[in-house]
């Protein structure tokens, strides 16, 4: 069975494992201390003229198509979970029947014009409704998606997580299209500027009819960010502006908004260890997308599994297996269900025990290197010091001496191999050169009182005798 029917199958058994549990305790869906939802498709937030709990209606239905394998033309359920999904608490089944026509004339409408402008007649634009044929009978509801709108509910490209929990804790209208509206850009932390006329319309007939931005302020939107704080996963706030400075009318309104620190515990707790969460928020960089498909998947996707594709990973990335991206690297290990076998973990522990004897020895002859070169410049540095005192030494034996010695000792140095040497390297004529000479040139006065010194030490050593 391919990954994803194999998941969707899996998820809709861990909700109707959840509605099981708490049917037992009578505990309505928005009370669960466990998540229960879907990925969905950003083009849904732009349903209107549905009443907040048609709107949880087309969710529990939107829902039951995401979770199920196959495409039937008609999803059958039973009615006490279904009202389960959708918060439905009341046994008044006229009411219900009335929802379920409201959410019947819902229609989802997709334009290639941009907003608010007159379309030409060849501009593509589609008009779908979002619930088709219902029926109720016997403790159980059937009903029809239209099949346009498969695909774009199985398989979402840009989409974000929609909690039923969360959702169904919605009372007020604005406040569910708020949120719809909202909830893509958690992760940026901040909306772009909508009109207020917008966001007034954003229920469609519900909407309000408010002129005065402080009368739409006061009856709608405060009620809807107070009870989006209160009940949602987000922390949610807004700043208003006019767009003509010259005009003291409040037109533009923008959202910021941040994921509450009890969203990643529970969050945490779908995923399992806390650990876990943590090494893939903070190591990896795990998206909002990503812990959302982590939390579908949970059935099959065990601790294990995904501890198993972490080491896989790491694994990989010490081995520069992975160029780019590896959350998404890790995200394929989980998918794919990839991990380490024993003979590779029992490589990496010999190739990793090799290493480091190698860089033990390398150590090893480092420092021993490091010890001769050490000595070696001890020595030296020792040599020239006692070479400058010998050189010292001399320069006051030559000084002590009289007229007649310090000729002989002047006389012996020019005489001498060294001094030849010495001589005629420095482009000196030994037959001219004289006592000025020797004694002027820094190179010649340094070797003549060195060798001053050596003739005269056998005679310090007698004298000190």
Not at 93 to 116: D, T
Not at 119 to 132: A, H, I, R, T, Y
Not at 278 to 286: H, I, Q, S, V, Y
Request: glycine share 4%; with cysteine.
């Amino acid at each position: 069975m391919p990954t994803d029917v194999s998941t969707r199958a899996t998820s809709r058994q861990m909700s109707l494992e959840l509605f099981e549990e708490m049917l037992a305790t009578d505990t309505p869906i928005h009370k669960s201390t466990k998540e229960i939802g879907y990925q969905r498709n950003n083009v849904f937030v732009d349903v209107t003229d549905v009443g907040v709990t048609a709107r949880r209606l087309l969710d529990a239905a939107h829902f039951i198509v995401a979770q199920e394998p196959t495409t039937p033309k008609y999803y059958d359920v039973e009615l006490s979970y279904f009202r389960w999904l959708m918060r439905y608490d009341s046994y008044n089944y006229k009411h219900l029947r009335a929802v379920v026509s409201e959410a019947q004339k819902a229609l989802i409408q997709v334009s290639a014009a941009p907003q608010g402008s007159t379309s030409p007649e060849n501009d593509k634009w589609v008009s779908v409704q979002l619930l088709g044929i219902v029926g109720i009978d016997k403790g159980r509801i059937t009903f029809e998606v239209p099949q346009p709108l498969i695909r774009h509910i199985k398989d979402p490209e840009k989409s974000h997580w929609l909690s039923l929990r969360i959702t169904s804790a919605f009372t007020l209208t604005y406040a569910r299209a708020i949120y719809d509206h909202v909830i893509a850009y958690v992760t940026e932390g901040i909306t772009e500027w909508f009109e207020i006329d917008l966001i007034r319309n954003w229920p469609g007939k519900a909407g309000s009819s408010a002129t005065v931005f402080k009368y739409f302020k006061r009856d709608s939107l405060e009620p809807a960010v107070k009870q989006i704080n209160e009940v949602s996963d987000i922390e949610l706030s807004y700043e208003t502006r006019t767009e003509n400075p010259k005009s003291k009318k409040i037109d533009r309104i923008r959202f910021r908004l941040s994921r509450k620190e009890g969203a990643d515990t529970v969050r945490a707790s779908l995923i399992g260890l806390k650990e876990t969460y943590t090494t893939l928020k903070t190591e990896f960089g795990f998206t909002e997308k990503q812990f959302n498909v982590i939390s579908q998947n949970r059935a099959i996707w065990s601790d294990e599994r995904i501890l198993d594709a972490i080491e896989y990973t790491r694994a990989k990335i010490d081995d520069a297996k992975v160029v780019k991206s590896p959350a998404g690297y890790l995200m394929k290990a989980i998918t794919e269900g990839y991990k380490l076998s024993e003979a590779e973990r029992r490589m990496k522990t010999v190739l990793a025990q090799k290493a480091t004897e190698e860089q033990a020895e390398l150590t090893a002859r480092t420092n021993t290197r490091i010890a001769v070169e050490a000595n070696s410049a001890a020595c030296e540095e020792e040599a020239k010091l006692r070479l400058a005192d010998e050189v010292r030494a001399g320069r006051e034996a030559f000084d002590q001496a009289d007229a007649r010695a310090r000729k002989d000792f002047m006389r012996a140095y020019i005489a001498s191999p060294s001094g030849k040497l010495a001589i005629k390297r420095l482009k000196f004529n030994i037959a001219t050169i004289g006592e000025a000479d020797v004694l002027t040139h820094a190179d010649l006065s340094f070797a003549f009182y060195h060798f001053v010194y050596l003739r005269n030490k056998p005679k310090a050593g007698r004298a000190r005798a």
